[in-house]
């Protein structure tokens, strides 16, 4: 395979990266393990509140953590690996997951099986992140992808992506500070 710009090839074992730089596998199991820690704070919340804004979050996380997956690291790993089928189920895997996000989005905790919902979507991932850690991860990490270049690419995506969801969530109100320390308000309407 030839080597392109998007999705950086090494010739090295696979292992390691370069100095100060994460890697493309430990990103997303970082990421892995974030959202299942939020999945289990919302499995014991109490009030509604709080089972609210933790849905919000984890559906928050994981509409990145799919972006980044599917936009830079499923294609490196797609054009590293022979095992298409992997990525195959991955793809699967993450449109049921996005369908529940809609469902949890589009409600909220007085909704009948709302709660339901977020519980079901909390053990696709686990499933998910199952086959991923066990199965796909292992396999990219063998192959002479370069993860430092592919982590160093899904952290600025991953990075412009949170910042256009909070600016989303402040209903496209960007705070800036002038010179003199005085606060402005600007909006955008663009995500």
């Excluded at 002479?144 to 909070?166: C, E, I, P, S």
Aim: net charge neutral; aromatic share 4%.
């Amino acid at each position: 395979m030839a080597r392109t710009a998007a999705h950086p090839r090494r010739k090295t074992s696979g292992k390691g990266t370069q100095q100060g730089k994460q890697d493309a596998i430990a990103l997303l199991k970082a990421d892995h393990v974030k959202v299942q820690g939020l999945f289990d704070q919302f499995e014991k919340a109490r009030t509604d509140s709080r089972k609210l804004s933790l849905a919000r979050e984890i559906c928050t996380e994981l509409k990145i953590h799919t972006a980044i997956e599917e936009e830079i690291f499923y294609p490196a790993a797609r054009e590293s690996i022979d095992d298409s089928d992997l990525l195959d189920e991955a793809a699967i895997e993450h449109q049921s997951a996005k369908e529940l996000i809609a469902q949890i989005d589009a409600g909220s905790p007085g909704d009948e099986k709302w709660s339901a919902c977020v519980t079901v979507l909390g053990e696709y991932i686990k499933h998910h992140v199952k086959e991923e850690q066990g199965e796909l991860f292992p396999e990219v990490r063998k192959s002479d992808l370069d993860l430092a270049a592919v982590g160093q690419q899904l952290l600025a995506r991953k990075q412009q992506l949170m910042k256009a969801f909070k600016e989303k969530l402040n209903g496209g109100a960007h705070r800036t500070r002038s010179p003199r320390g005085i606060s402005t308000v600007t909006h955008s309407n663009h995500m």
